[in-house]
C-alpha cells in the first residue's frame, strides 16, 4: 500500500513564499503522474499543479508565474514551492501520487 505524506504548511503573509514537499513510499524514479490539489472549507478540491505521467507539467490559471511544482524522483519526492502568496491561497494542500490522498497540509496566508 503506497503512503504519501505532505509536509511545509504554515502560515506566513501576503507576499512571502512557502515549499511543499510530498513524499511517497515507492520505490526510487517513479515517473507516474504526481499532482497537487487544494481545498477550502465548504468547497470542492481543486486542482493546483501537475507534473509527469506523460502530460508534462500544467498549472491552474490562478497559481500560474507563483507557483513552482517539482520532482526528485531519486527520492520518491515532489515539490510545489509557492512565491507571492495570497490571501485566497489559504487552504488545506494535498498530493495525490499513485491513487493515493496524503492527509494534507494547510497553508494560511495573512493580509
Known amino acids: 500500500q503506497v503512503q504519501v505524506v505532505e509536509s511545509g504548511g504554515g502560515v506566513v503573509q501576503a507576499g512571502e513564499s512557502l515549499k511543499l514537499s510530498c513524499v511517497a513510499s515507492i520505490a526510487p524514479f517513479d515517473i507516474s503522474a504526481i499532482a497537487w490539489y487544494r481545498q477550502t472549507p465548504g468547497k470542492e478540491r481543486e486542482l493546483v499543479a501537475t507534473?509527469?505521467?506523460?502530460?508534462?507539467?500544467r498549472y491552474a490559471d490562478s497559481v500560474k508565474g507563483r507557483f513552482t511544482i517539482s520532482r526528485e524522483n531519486v527520492k520518491s519526492t515532489a515539490y510545489l514551492r509557492m512565491t507571492n502568496l495570497q490571501p485566497d491561497d489559504t487552504a488545506v494542500y494535498y498530493c495525490h501520487w499513485r491513487g493515493v490522498w496524503g492527509q494534507g497540509t494547510q497553508v494560511t496566508v495573512s493580509s
Open positions: 507534473i509527469g505521467g506523460g502530460a508534462g507539467i
